[in-house]
């Protein structure tokens, strides 16, 4: 099921935009949420980890070949993102403390910090910007 929510929906939703895309000739973005969990391997988190690497892939690959029809690809890959869900799952400081210690700036993300990061890719501030992944992660990918 989450390989089918964190890959395989994003696949066909993005072959349908680009189709679309590409076929009225217009030139734009894609971003792909995806997350921290990426790049680094979790405890008891096998799957989501290795969905959310294989969509940063995918979106590497996309950029490659939509670069051509003037369609940038990129991710943006948050930490634990302060949602309704997570405030749920991370609001026990015994749990979120061992995760915020090894995040420089000490707080999860909230939503607006990962919005305004889609934004940015979106928008022609990042027009040589394809392929990449942007960290949402308040440092905690260097610690």
């Keep these: 099921r989450s390989f089918d929510v964190n890959f395989q929906a994003v696949l066909h939703v993005s ?3 680009a189709r679309q895309m590409i ?15 990426s790049q680094r391997a979790l405890r008891d988190h096998a799957v989501y980890c290795s969905t959310k690497s294989a969509l940063d892939m995918l979106s590497k690959v996309m950029a490659m070949e939509l670069g ?3 369609i940038r690809v990129n991710t943006v890959n948050p930490t634990v993102v302060m949602t309704d869900m997570g405030r749920i799952n991370w609001s026990d400081p015994q749990k979120s403390a061992a995760m915020i210690n090894r995040i420089p700036l000490g707080k999860f993300a909230e939503v607006d910090d990962v919005v305004n990061s889609i934004l940015f890719l979106l928008s022609d501030k990042s027009a040589m910007t394809t392929g990449s992944s942007l960290m949402v992660d308040g440092g905690f990918l260097v610690s």
């Design 15 to 17: 072959q349908i935009v």
């Design 23 to 37: 076929a009225q000739g217009v030139p734009g973005a894609i971003v792909n949420v995806s997350s921290q969990a």
């Design 68 to 70: 051509p029809h003037k």
